[in-house]
């Protein structure tokens, strides 16, 4: 069995003079998907709580850099005004900031402050990014928004993280109405599911807990975590035409491990 990465790839320009903007955009599968929309011609808005980081994306991605907290709603409709201010359109919006702190374990131990924390970063965020930026996208009569879940959106794990869990599968619910609701305005909402993915969120997590991340690898049919790239490039593929008929999905890229039943030795 090949656990082996693949190389790079050949990238189209299928968002030439579209404007994206990313939050969660200075690490992780936020950098990977601003390097990534960039190379396909779309002009990047890079949403970052740290300025170092963000600034660092949007220099490499010749964009734009709003330092966010995604948590404030000022903050989040100062970012979309400041993205339509400067590139004139709003086409593709990429909800990404997260978090997955180590204090968030199962219910029977995880405290009120964790839960809260991580709700409001993971799903308010994504509620205030989406209605700050539906009404750009309405008025122009199309948008593709992408809002990252997890697979543990669709999947019940004994390794709980509650927090995350809860408020992923918040993402992926809200997701699917609002890509019902606003289909017939030519706007598409889809709620992007990886798996594990090798990013520093993934290291901090296991990194005290080397066991937990081998029971965690032992069910990914293709025997690896994802890298960035990869998710990267479903969304690329989200927000371009390519996906014009996909909608209030969830977009599961996760190395087979939602349809597992075993996996091979």
Known sequence: ???????????????????AVVTGAGSGIGL????????????????????????AAAEEAGGLFVRTDV????????????????????????????????DDDSILTT?????????????????????EVLPYMRRQGRGSI??????????????????????????????????????????RVNALCPGPVNTPLLTELFAADPERAARRLVHIPM??????????AAVAFLASDDASFVNAAAFMVDGGISAAYVTPE
């Open 1 to 19: 069995m090949s656990t082996t990465t693949p190389g790079p790839a050949a990238v189209c320009r299928r968002l030439t003079g579209r404007t």
């Open 32 to 55: 990977a998907t601003v390097r990534r929309l960039a190379a396909e011609g779309a002009r990047v808005v890079c949403a970052d709580i740290d300025e170092r980081t963000g600034r």
């Open 71 to 102: 948590t404030e709603a000022g903050q989040v409709a100062d970012l979309f005004a400041a993205a339509h201010d400067t590139y004139g359109s709003l086409d593709i919006s990429f909800h990404n900031a997260g978090i997955s702190p180590p």
């Open 111 to 131: 405290g009120q402050d964790a839960w809260q924390r991580v709700q409001s970063v993971n799903l308010t965020s994504v509620y205030l990014c989406c209605r």
């Open 146 to 187: 992408i809002n990252t879940a997890s697979f543990v959106a669709v999947l019940g794990a004994a390794t709980s993280q509650i927090a995350y869990t809860a408020s992923k599968g918040g993402v992926l619910a809200m997701s699917r109405e609002l890509g019902v609701q606003f289909a017939r305005e030519g706007i």
């Open 223 to 232: 025997g690896r975590f994802a890298e960035a790239d990869e998710i990267a």
